[in-house]
């Protein structure tokens, strides 16, 4: 168990509908990551929140969108959802913004029919 | 371009043979480089990582990775292989750019064993 959790596991919803996933990072990290993966697109990074604030934009589509609450758990919001935004979506806490470990957690799989 | 390749989709190994995962990296500064296991409807577990210092790290669940800068390449290794380590291995590339943390991640290896 990494100490981030992630809810709700699993998400199952129709095409250009909106979604919103939760993740609670480890107690007394600061930086909230967001990753996808996917089949054809592997791994990879959507954006970074530290201590509140959007730190880094990786390969985010501008339908989604993120943000970092006071209490340093994270949204993730997903709008006009297509057939290929079905994916796994993790979330990753470390201490600080750099040179640090990022400890994933569970993720939560969405499923667009 | 930060990259990273992990040239084996899929390897089989026997229950208590060797194994490697080979990882090789393209990054312009000093990397730091990660190995996660993913589990089948698991998250990913960190196995160990390599900041600096000594070129051998240990993990967790006996691997081991060595640091060769010189062929930039980070690969795993276990001496014998138990069946629980079926899973998906992923080799990330880490770095302090632009003032944010972010991982690149190989494609992944898919290990199965065999009994």
């Known amino acids: 168990d990494s100490g981030v959790t992630q809810t709700p596991k699993h998400l199952i919803t129709a095409t250009g509908q909106r979604v919103t996933l939760r993740c609670s990072p480890r107690?007394?990290?600061?930086?909230v990551y967001w990753y996808q993966q996917s089949l054809d697109q592997g791994l990879q990074f959507l954006i970074q929140?530290?201590?509140?604030?959007?730190?880094a934009k990786g390969n985010i589509l501008e339908r989604f969108s993120a943000q970092q609450f006071p209490d340093l758990h994270s949204e993730l919001n997903l709008s006009s959802l297509e057939l290929g935004d079905s994916a796994l979506y993790f979330c990753?806490?470390?201490?600080?913004?750099?040179?640090?470990?990022?400890?994933f957690g569970p993720g939560t799989r969405l499923l667009v029919l | 371009a930060q990259s990273v390749t992990q040239p084996d989709i899929h390897i089989t190994v026997s229950e208590g043979a060797s194994l490697e995962l080979r990882c090789n990296y393209s990054?312009?500064?000093?990397?730091?480089l990660f190995w996660y296991v993913q589990s089948p409807g698991q998250g990913l577990q960190l196995l160990l990582k390599?900041?600096?210092?000594?070129?051998l790290v240990q993990g967790i669940k006996g691997f081991e990775a060595e640091f060769k800068r010189s062929q930039s390449s980070f690969n795993l290794r276990k001496p014998s292989v138990h069946w629980s380590d079926a899973a998906e291995y992923f080799c990330?590339?880490?770095?302090?750019?632009?003032?944010?943390?972010?991982?690149?991640f190989g494609a992944g290896t898919r290990l199965a064993v065999h009994p």
């Open positions: 390599y900041f600096s210092g000594d070129t």
């Open positions: 929140y530290y201590n509140g604030e959007e730190r």
């Open positions: 990054y312009g500064a000093t990397p730091y």
């Open positions: 107690s007394g990290d600061l930086s």
């Open positions: 990753a806490s470390s201490l600080r913004s750099h040179q640090e470990t990022q400890y």
């Open positions: 990330a590339v880490g770095g302090y750019s632009g003032g944010y943390n972010k991982l690149i």
